[in-house]
């Protein structure tokens, strides 16, 4: 029975030695679209602050928080003049961008490599939550910007067969996450993610039919660890 319980005993410890939790922040760029077919990429900034925590050498988790831009950029009739006369005109483009408060949660598996450095890939989820945006419509050299409306189901109307705005967008975004990280001298971390969202972000832009934009995102990272 003692050396029951004091193998127990040595394992914990050894399982709490090997435990190990850092704090970190990480800054870069994105590069989204909303996959409604004839978009382009939109670039914009993304920082975070996260934690993550090793129950071993090689597996942990992280949960992670910051602030993202997302969007979309769209092309039509280029080379079009537009005619301000008729008093509404189709823009020759369009883009969109989104501000979010962004919340990926995913687990880790590290391979420790030569000169104290480390291959990190990573798989999870992540919850995003849009609280602003601009939606810009070029006409030759003129830009109008207008601020994102939001989709409310509470005041859904019908309007010529069309359930609410085709340019109105969803406050919540759900979707996967999973990317690969190269940690440097255990405190510098380079990184690369793909967010593959899996709910409407909105119903369409104005520019193309009324279909389902879903968050397409690559997001290239700096980060550095605190321990």
């Known amino acids: 029975m003692r050396r029951f319980f004091s193998c127990l005993l040595l394992s914990a410890l050894c399982a709490s030695a090997s435990a190990q939790l850092n704090f970190g922040?990480?800054?870069?760029?994105?590069?989204?679209?909303?996959?409604?077919g004839a978009d382009a990429p939109k670039v914009g900034y993304a920082?975070?602050?996260?934690?993550?925590?090793?129950?071993?050498?090689?597996?942990?988790?992280?949960?992670?928080?910051?602030?993202?831009?997302?969007?979309?950029?769209?092309?039509?009739?280029?080379?079009?003049?537009?005619?301000?006369?008729?008093?509404y005109t189709i823009p020759n483009a369009e883009s969109v961008r989104t501000h979010n408060l962004h919340i990926?949660?995913?687990?880790?598996?590290?391979?420790?490599?030569?000169?104290?450095?480390?291959?990190?890939?990573?798989?999870?989820?992540?919850?995003?939550?849009?609280?602003?945006?601009?939606?810009?419509?070029?006409y030759g050299n003129r830009r109008c910007k207008f601020d994102i409306p939001f989709y409310d189901v509470d005041q859904t109307e019908e309007v010529n067969g069309l359930i609410a705005s085709p340019e109105e967008f969803y406050k919540k975004d759900l979707g996967l996450t999973f990317g690969?990280?190269?940690?440097?001298?255990?405190?510098?971390r380079v990184g690369i993610d793909y967010d593959l969202g899996l709910s409407a972000a909105t119903e369409g832009m104005s520019l193309r039919s009324a279909q389902v934009g879903r968050n397409r995102n690559v997001f290239v990272s700096l980060g550095y660890l605190f321990k």
Do not use: W
């Not at 996260?50 to 988790?61: A, L």
């Not at 291959?119 to 995003?128: E, Q, R």
């Not at 690969?180 to 510098?188: A, D, F, P, T, V």
């Open 25 to 36: 922040i990480n800054s870069g760029v994105n590069m989204s679209r909303l996959e409604l």
């Open 47 to 87: 920082g975070h602050f996260f934690v993550e925590y090793f129950g071993s050498k090689k597996i942990g988790v992280s949960l992670g928080a910051g602030y993202s831009q997302r969007g979309s950029a769209f092309i039509q009739n280029c080379g079009i003049e537009p005619d301000f006369t008729t008093g």
């Open 104 to 138: 990926p949660v995913t687990a880790m598996y590290r391979f420790d490599l030569k000169n104290n450095m480390s291959l990190i890939p990573h798989i999870g989820a992540y919850f995003s939550y849009v609280f602003g945006g601009q939606i810009y419509h070029y």
């Open 180 to 188: 690969l990280s190269m940690q440097m001298n255990k405190r510098i």
